[in-house]
């Protein structure tokens, strides 16, 4: 049912991106490469041989993406830093002052517009001189993190309130580490995960300690890292064993770093568990799900204000013997299905859009770590489509998904504070290139000035903005 209600006053509305999908400048004004730009170098790696060479070249249109920000009305802009940008070989000795000032000019601009900077410290792509020395697979990694984390604190973190230290960490031990899919490209998926998880959560901790010891006081924000989280519905309820999987795959893919966090600095019971069996039944001498010590329990229990997530969609989850879901590596039990709908999914970009499983998710978080304030840091639909302005099935989509997020706010007490739309505009969608469209703002790629388009869904979000709510009917008309 359709809920009618209003979002509360101080409510944060806004937009997100990254730096490599949407900034281009890959070698401009002494910025080094990036993972990413070396991968994408390579012919055959991504679809139709796209790069984020140019993308919405952002780097160069930074005074325009402002206009069109303010002209949406968002509260808050969350955007990413480009490490290789600001520090080329990512050491805190090659500070590169154009990539400094780019920033600086961004974050000046979003101020003066009463647009909150929301800025995450990684969002993939990493200097190519730092996976040159072993990447996240190296515990050196977490002092070199820190040492970049710092400067931005010092250099932007007078305006900067809102940190994230990485985007979708999941995704970064498993699809990068694991399965290769994605730059670096290492697949090893029995090991490497998990190693890398550890550090990514050690060096998590090591930047909010960072923080809170130096700036905290003075600066006055907040600090949290940004899960990836689908909800995982069991097929059958009634069935013990799907219910039971479920949880164990919401384990799997949010407690691996949520647990630490938000509970007891600790992975979950069920990971422990599992990892560790099947790791005796490989005759391993020790569980390849690294151990903390007490200190480092210690170190990273509570190390994040604020939880932040992204969300697309939700899966069918049921007990079984098949390995089909990356995360069920452990346990060869579970196979994860789309969840049925009649949304044209062949239009979609990979997935199907599940409105009531966003509030099944927030009450999920708000059971399983204390409804701690929260805020939806993505949440969007791609289109698979050259042309479409006239966008109707997005803004049913943003439709759906916020008002289940108002059922979640109003009706179930989440502690929710605020909701970004993804994306701000087209961009380079990493493996799938520029052919699925998740921007509010049309982006004509064939055109070197790269200009940019609103949509009707960027003028339907405006007026949820504008009004604090989502019903809208009059205004939106029946094809709504």
């Given amino acids: 049912m359709y809920f009618y209600g209003t979002f509360p006053e101080d409510f944060t509305w806004g937009v997100s991106s990254s730096a490599y999908q949407i900034e281009g400048g890959w070698d401009a004004d002494g910025k ?24 919405c070249n952002s780097y160069n249109k930074l005074e325009e993406d402002i206009y069109l920000l303010r002209a949406l009305g968002v509260k808050n802009y969350r955007f990413s830093l480009s490490w290789p940008r600001i520090f080329p070989n990512g050491r805190n000795n090659s500070i590169n002052s154009h990539g400094v000032d780019y920033y600086n000019r961004l974050i000046d601009g979003l101020v003066a517009n009463n647009i909150t900077p929301i800025v995450t410290l990684y969002h993939w792509d990493l200097p190519q ?21 710092d400067f931005c604190f010092q250099t932007f973190g007078d305006r900067v309130k809102f940190w994230l230290t990485f985007n979708e960490p999941q995704v970064i031990a498993w699809a ?65 064993r799907d219910l039971e999987a479920a949880d164990r795959y919401m384990q799997f893919l949010v407690g691996w770093f949520a647990h630490p966090v938000f509970k007891n600095g600790d992975y979950p019971e069920v990971m422990k568990w599992k990892v560790g069996n099947r790791s005796e039944l490989q005759s391993l001498p020790s569980s390849r799900l690294p151990v903390f010590t007490a200190e480092e329990r210690e170190y ?13 969609t939700a899966k069918l989850v049921t007990h079984a013997t098949t390995r089909l879901n990356p995360f069920s590596y452990e346990y060869d039990q579970e196979i994860s299905t789309d969840v049925d709908s009649s949304w044209p999914t062949s239009a979609l970009a990979g997935h199907r859009a599940v409105a009531w499983g966003l509030r099944r998710l927030l009450n999920w978080v708000k059971e399983e770590y204390g409804n701690p304030p929260t805020y939806i840091i993505e949440n969007g639909v791609g289109i698979k489509t050259e042309s479409d302005v006239d966008d109707h099935t997005r803004i049913l989509y943003y439709k759906t998904y916020i008002d289940e997020a108002l059922k979640a706010y109003k009706l179930d007490g989440v502690d929710l504070r605020g ?8 961009f380079f969608e990493w493996l799938n290139g520029y052919e699925p469209r998740f921007g509010l703002h049309e982006v004509d790629f064939d055109d070197p000035n790269r200009p940019r388009t609103p949509r009707r869904s960027a003028v339907y979000y405006a007026e949820i903005i504008r009004n604090n709510e989502t019903h809208l009917d009059s205004w939106a008309g029946s094809r709504v």
């Fill in 419 to 426: 909701y970004n739309a993804w994306s701000f505009m087209d």
């Fill in 32 to 55: 080094g490469p990036s993972v990413w730009d070396n991968f994408t170098h390579v012919p055959g790696n991504i679809k139709n041989n796209d790069t984020g060479d140019v993308a």
């Fill in 129 to 149: 001189a730092l996976q040159d020395v072993g990447g996240w697979e190296s515990s050196e990694m977490i002092e070199l993190f820190d040492s970049f984390a």
């Fill in 300 to 312: 990273i229990r509570g190390t994040a204000d604020v939880f932040c997530f992204n969300t697309y």
């Fill in 176 to 240: 990068s580490y694991g399965t290769g899919e994605i730059p670096p490209n290492v697949n090893n998926p029995g090991a490497a995960p998990y190693e890398v998880a550890h550090t990514l959560l050690k060096a998590h901790a090591r930047v909010y300690h960072t923080y809170d010891d130096k700036y905290r006081a003075s600066q006055g924000g907040v600090i949290s890292l940004c899960l990836n989280i689908d909800w995982i519905e069991p097929k059958t309820p009634s069935n013990p």
